[in-house]
């Protein structure tokens, strides 16, 4: 059984918020709030002036008086601070389906297969990344496993980063393929495999959908194989594979 968790970054802030000077009568100020489990952000947009312009032979869209324009980046959050908001108003929307997937009774030698679909829309947006990674191996709770795939050829075995050849119903493990227009080129053959990269083993998420386009509508289909041998033991085995999808970056 593999629980898919899906995660959405979409953080566009415009914030000043230093206070100079003696106020006679301080009052607290609130032009946004948002909040999560992991994370609270008070903040809003004081500058000078902000807005678009238009002539015969331009168009320009502006904020101006941001103290701090920078990119600020930890994990978890990207602030785009002195950044015109550009996904104010627009519709992010990103599905991965189903939320659960069971492969049910796992036969030596016998190989299986079963489908994700991932649709994601961007609006104005311009462009958006979409990365994954398993939180570990397929795992009984008494720690049995199943391994990730090294795919089919010894001499070039996929990795998290490259995708190999893996059709052999005798070379066992659990990985995935992933196709559609947005995918990493080394998909580009059927039967090619990637394992997952693992939060356990301290292993980054990555890159399996990306685009620079706004107003785009993407779809991929990703294809879970898993296959065992007869040696492997009897159990529940699971894991999580998490979905994130960051917009406008």
Same mark, same amino acid.
């Given at each position: ?40 952000? +008070? ?18 869209? *502006?904020?101006?008086? +941001? ?22 108003? $627009? ?21 299986? $297969? ?19 990674? $398993?939180? +570990? ?7 049995? $496993? ?8 010894? *001499? ?47 292993? +980054? ?45």
């Amino acid at each position: 059984m593999i629980l898919i968790i899906v995660s959405l970054l979409h953080c566009f802030i415009v914030y000043t918020c230093l206070p100079v000077g003696r106020l006679s009568h301080p009052h607290e100020v609130r032009a946004q709030e948002m909040n999560s489990q992991n994370f609270k952000i +008070q903040g809003g947009n004081f500058n000078m002036t902000s807005g678009e312009k238009s002539s015969t032979n331009f168009k320009l869209s *502006d904020v101006v008086g +941001q103290t701090a324009a920078s990119v600020f980046a930890s994990k978890g959050y990207i602030i785009q601070a002195g950044f015109l908001n550009g996904a104010a108003g $627009e519709v992010f929307s990103f599905t991965v389906l189903p939320a659960v997937v069971d492969f049910g009774n796992l036969l030596p030698n016998v190989a299986l $297969e079963k489908p994700v679909e991932i649709a994601i829309s961007n609006g104005n947006v311009p462009g958006y990344m979409v990365k994954a990674a $398993e939180n +570990q191996p397929l795992s009984t709770s008494v720690g049995s $496993e199943i391994p990730d795939t090294v795919c089919d050829l010894p *001499d070039k075995p996929c990795t998290t980063a490259a995708a190999s050849s893996w059709i052999k119903n005798t070379t066992y493990g659990f990985g995935y393929h992933i196709a559609g227009l947005t995918v990493p080129t080394d998909f580009g053959k059927d039967g090619y495999f990637r394992p997952f990269p693992a939060t356990r083993r301290n292993e +980054q998420p990555v890159l399996i959908m990306q685009s620079q386009a706004a107003k785009v509508t993407d779809k991929a289909t990703m294809t879970l194989r898993v296959a065992i041998g007869r040696d492997q033991p009897v159990g529940l085995y699971r894991n999580v594979i998490s979905f994130t999808a960051i917009a406008g970056i």
